[in-house]
């Protein structure tokens, strides 16, 4: 079956520090990885995903994600935080198709980090 | 703007009605997915459909029932509402039937139970 974990409710940085979103997955097949970042009532937007290529994956706004496959890792990281960066941030794991049952479902999505940036 | 629109933005009914949600996809996609978005329960995957047929069923209640067109818009209905049913509702859409392929959601239907 296909979990993932993000590990930290809620995570609190000052504008120009680093960012660290962290989330852990559990997966039987080799796993797709997305982040996903939702603003105060919008939509949710793609930042990056891994789809066994790179480990390394750069996303949109500066964002970036390393899959490290011996830890079930795959942490979120900015260099520095800007005031716009403030949101909710969703890892998820893609489901391959014909492999669901019971609850699980195409994507499946963790609890959400809330970034809240600091001037 | 991801191209995928959701039509009504909110919607408030009673218990016990039904109500119909509308999604149109991108240009091209041919998959339509729905999730759920509630505080207790977080984001979950209802259900998909790919070129007018139901491809993945997730947490899909049985009041709940959804349909993909021709024209490849879709609705999700749910009917006898209980209060718990106010969530946000999106609905996603992507080229082909792949966990690879990115899925593109629209802004969502706020739906509020009263």
């Known amino acids: 079956a296909q979990s993932v974990t993000q590990l930290d409710s809620h995570v609190s940085v000052s504008e120009g520090t680093p960012v660290l979103l962290r989330c852990n997955y559990s997966?039987?097949?080799?796993?797709?990885l997305f982040w996903y970042v939702q603003h105060p009532n919008k939509g949710l937007q793609l930042l990056l995903k891994?789809?066994?290529?790179?480990?390394l994956v750069k996303g949109i706004n500066g964002f970036e994600a390393e899959f490290k496959k011996s830890e079930t890792s795959f942490h979120l990281t900015k260099p520095s935080a800007h005031m716009s960066d403030a949101a909710e941030y969703f890892c998820?794991?893609?489901?391959?198709?014909?492999?669901?049952?019971?609850?699980?479902?195409?994507?499946?999505f963790g609890k959400g980090t809330k970034l809240s940036v600091k001037p | 703007d991801s191209g995928v629109t959701q039509t009504p933005k909110h919607l408030i009914t009673a218990t016990g009605q039904r109500v119909t949600l509308r999604c149109s996809p991108r240009?091209?996609?041919?998959?339509v997915y729905w999730y759920q978005q509630s505080l207790d329960q977080g984001l979950q995957f209802l259900i998909q459909y790919y070129n007018g047929e139901e491809r993945a069923k997730g947490n899909i209640l049985e009041r709940f029932s959804a349909q993909q067109f021709p024209d490849l818009h879709s609705e999700l209905n749910l009917s006898s509402l209980e209060l718990g049913d106010s969530a946000l509702y999106f609905c996603?859409?992507?080229?082909?039937?792949?966990?690879?392929?990115?899925?593109?959601f629209g802004p969502g239907t706020r739906l509020t139970v009263t």
């Open positions: 891994y789809t066994s290529a790179a480990t």
């Open positions: 996603a859409s992507s080229v082909a039937d792949s966990n690879a392929y990115e899925q593109y």
């Open positions: 998820v794991v893609s489901v391959p198709p014909g492999n669901y049952g019971g609850s699980q479902g195409n994507l499946i």
């Open positions: 240009s091209g996609d041919l998959s």
């Open positions: 997966s039987s097949y080799s796993p797709s």
